[in-house]
């Protein structure tokens, strides 16, 4: 018997394309990078009524494309949606074309605020390694040390300022 359930694999960048910079790749409104689940390309809508249902986000995030999945969570208390989804799409097109046509929509009077839910964050500037606080010991920032450690830099100190003296 044949298999015939095989998993839609996309084609692995190559390691030397830098990606474009244009409206067609899957950055963000922030500039982050949009990052593919493990399923697909994982969408959030905020701001979504209390009173909504998953056939309302069905119907209207359903004509951006072939909805995979769709996940709204419950407040225990009251049975009500808390006010955000996770809508899950197989390819990158169709989560982008979700995105930019449900952005600002209106669903049951509250306008929606869509777009990728797993990013990268955009590449931040140089800095100085010791700006980051990557290198120990040459400032970064401060923390408690061993009290072995805290006690021998206080002799190192010391040591230190005794010199300057001389």
Do not use: C
């Amino acid at each position: 018997m044949a298999d015939t359930n095989e998993m839609e694999v996309d084609a692995p960048a190559s390691p030397d394309a830098a990606p474009a910079k244009t409206g067609g790749d899957s950055t963000t409104h922030a500039n982050a990078t949009a990052v593919r689940s493990i399923e697909g390309w994982i969408v959030i809508a905020t701001n979504i009524h209390e009173e909504a249902t998953e056939e309302d986000i069905q119907d209207m995030f359903g004509e951006f494309g072939e909805v995979k999945n769709l996940h709204l969570n419950l407040d225990r208390r009251t049975g009500y949606v808390k006010g955000y989804g996770l809508i899950e799409y197989t390819t990158l097109d169709d989560a982008k074309a979700a995105i930019e046509g449900a952005n600002g929509e209106k669903l049951l009077d509250q306008t929606l605020a869509v777009d990728f839910a797993f990013v990268r964050p955009p590449p931040a500037k140089s800095q100085p390694q010791q700006a980051r606080g990557g290198a120990r010991g040459k400032g970064g920032r401060d923390r408690s040390g061993s009290p072995g450690r805290r006690k021998r830099e206080e002799e190192d100190d010391e040591v230190d300022a005794k010199d300057e003296d001389d």
